[in-house]
T-cell receptor
């Protein structure tokens, strides 16, 4: 299984809502990532979890809260978002400790988020 | 710090023509280089990667890329374009000193005309 799955596929939320994005992989990867992608731009890294610990936070506003319940799951909790947070949110995973694969990331299909 | 430059934000070819998407990188350490493809409303899919083994790398869907250290390039080619190749293509390099970060180029949109 070389797939990263993400749910939901689409999400529309108001600025006062609380919602969560979910990501799952069964490749035995020990690093998982959240990216934000705006239209016609490359993905921007938000968070990295390595061995279930938060390793990188790219100065993301606290209205985004990541969680890694186990090595296969990654969540992104959303609260009090702004319309400018509307974007495609991508999850990815990789195997960080093998020299030749550590930056080789496998991406999920993304969640298209619209904040009204 | 690493950087990636993709020349041409938009490349248009005819079906059956050669596809050439350009990527130049800068890195003070031996780079690991990647090409990803993104179809509309989808995630990124790894096309191919260079990790210091063979300089000519073959990927999926008939794409290949050649690592040229002297030119700091990793251009993506396909001999004959197909309509299904229309997508956004991103070149990326591993970020120095990080097991996790990739530095992406700005992307090249490939359109294929019938």
């Amino acid at each position: 299984d070389t797939e990263v799955t993400q749910t939901p596929k689409h999400l529309v939320m108001g600025m006062t809502n609380k919602k969560s994005l979910k990501c799952e992989q069964h490749m035995g990867h020990r690093a998982m990532y959240w990216y934000k992608q705006k239209a016609k731009k490359p993905p921007e890294l938000m968070f990295v979890y390595s061995y279930e610990k938060l390793s990188i936070n790219e100065s993301v506003p606290s209205r985004f809260s990541p969680e890694c319940p186990n090595s296969s799951l990654l969540n992104l909790h959303l609260h009090a978002l702004q319309p400018e947070d509307s974007a495609l949110y991508l999850c990815a995973s990789s195997q960080p400790r093998r020299l030749t694969t550590r930056n080789e990331q496998f991406f999920g299909p993304g969640t298209r988020l619209t904040v009204l | 710090a690493q950087s990636v430059t993709q020349l041409g934000s938009h490349v248009s070819v005819s079906e059956g023509a050669l596809v050439l998407l350009r990527c130049n990188y800068s890195s003070s350490v031996p780079p690991y280089l990647f090409w990803y493809v993104q179809y509309p409303n989808q995630g990124l899919q790894l096309l191919l990667k260079y990790t210091s083994a063979a300089t000519l790398v073959k990927g999926i869907n008939g794409f290949e890329a050649e690592f040229k250290k002297s030119e700091t390039s990793f251009h993506l080619t396909k001999p004959s374009a197909h309509m299904s190749d229309a997508a956004e293509y991103f070149c990326a390099v591993n970020s120095e000193g990080s097991n996790y970060k990739l530095t992406f180029g700005k992307g090249t949109l490939l359109t294929v005309n019938p």
